[in-house]
């Protein structure tokens, strides 16, 4: 049994990695359960060797508000249609978790008390205390704000020791890897980097809350969940933010 590197943890899943292979129109598009259950498989390992867990779920699978939104759509009613977007997600994976046995609350950030609990921030570290995992969903319950921005955002309210950036990319990269096949990846950066060098690791919002909070963030792939059980464990996965 792999001993923990981190104690507490804040798991940012991308919403298009849970499509797995389903495709609509050119994009990912809906959830894929085989993949979420090889995903929360992984996050049961995890938890079985004393890591505290907070997910934050993205809602690209169904919606992303600004993106397919097109200016169609008014700017917050577009987000709000996100952030249900990413309340699917949520309760997706908390179900395919309770399932296999492991203690998990929803919160949202905005209330939906039929589905979940209200985000609480007391009442979350308490959940994590006692083994549980926690996802958050609904972004931060404000339209013009990324779910990357929520994933930063919750990860300073719980204290947590790193934030786990889960995409569909396996690192930072200096250009964009689908297009320049030399595109180098970066090991290790800096958050002055990722903002100077106008990286696109997360957008610059996230990027400065967790420089202003000093939270390490480690984005990798997650085509293969065992990713995240590798990273917990210590070894060297994706590129590091410090």
């Not at 298009?16 to 292979?21: H, K, N």
């Not at 998990?104 to 939906?112: F, G, I, L, P, S």
């Not at 972004?139 to 990324?146: D, E």
Request: charged share 25%.
């Amino acid at each position: 049994m792999a001993e923990a590197k981190y104690k507490r943890v804040l798991i940012k899943i991308s919403g298009e990695v849970l499509a797995g292979e389903n495709v609509y129109d050119g994009k990912r598009f809906g959830i894929d359960i085989e993949f979420v259950r090889s995903l929360c498989l992984v996050i049961k390992r995890c938890s079985e060797i004393g890591v505290e867990i907070g997910i934050v779920v993205g809602g690209g699978n169904f919606w992303r508000g600004v993106k397919d939104g097109g200016g169609k759509i008014e700017r917050s009613r577009s987000d709000h249609m996100g952030m249900l977007a990413t309340t699917i997600n949520a309760l997706a994976i908390a179900d395919v978790l309770e399932k296999m046995d492991v203690e998990v609350r929803v919160q949202t950030a905005v209330d939906m008390r039929a589905f979940a609990e209200p985000y609480v921030r007391l009442r979350a570290c308490r959940h994590l205390e006692k083994g549980r995992v926690v996802i958050f969903a609904a972004g931060t319950g404000n339209p013009y704000f990324s779910t990357d921005t929520a994933a930063v955002l919750r990860a300073a309210e719980i204290d947590a020791d790193i934030i786990l950036l889960a995409k569909n990319v396996d690192g930072i990269y200096d250009d964009d890897p689908n297009t320049n096949p030399n595109a180098k990846r970066y090991n290790t950066l800096s958050y002055a980097e990722v903002l100077r060098k106008q990286l696109k690791a997360m957008d610059t919002t996230a990027t400065s809350l967790s420089m202003d909070n000093n939270i390490p963030i480690l984005l990798f792939a997650l085509d293969d969940p065992e990713n995240i059980y590798r990273v917990i464990a210590g070894e060297d996965v994706g590129t590091i933010v410090k």
